[in-house]
């Protein structure tokens, strides 16, 4: 079983800054893809960020040059560091992992709990 904690949200005025942190601890062999969707209300999940175990990185078009993504391997823990937040980036923000864990046949994906975002002055 693998676990995945988020943290880092939280209210920020618009312009300002968070950064996101997801940890993924338990049964781990390898993970494949660590990224960030978001979801507000109404709408629905969104990718927002995505990083590959090769250290590709992917962008929303809504994010990009404002939001990174970045990833410490060794502590299988990935960031999204958000810049320039604007009113409507508020969301709950999840993390999710493709995981391969140890002694399993193939790979599962796994959610974090969320973390909400508000972005207002």
């Known amino acids: 079983q693998v676990q995945l904690v988020e943290s880092g949200g939280g209210l920020v005025q618009p312009g300002g800054s968070l950064r996101l942190s997801c940890a993924a601890s338990g049964s781990i062999s390898s993970i494949y893809v660590m990224d960030w969707y978001r979801q507000a209300p109404g709408k629905q999940r969104e990718l927002v960020a995505m990083s590959t175990s090769s250290g590709a990185t992917n962008y929303a078009d809504s994010v990009k040059g404002r939001f990174t993504i970045s990833r410490d391997s060794a502590k299988n823990t990935v960031y999204l560091q958000m810049n320039s937040l604007r009113p409507e980036d508020a969301a709950v923000y999840y993390c999710?992992?493709?995981?391969?864990?140890?002694?399993?046949?193939?790979?599962?994906?796994?959610w974090g709990q969320g973390t909400q975002v508000t972005v207002s002055s």
């Open positions: 999710h992992a493709v995981v391969q864990s140890t002694g399993v046949a193939r790979p599962y994906n796994y």
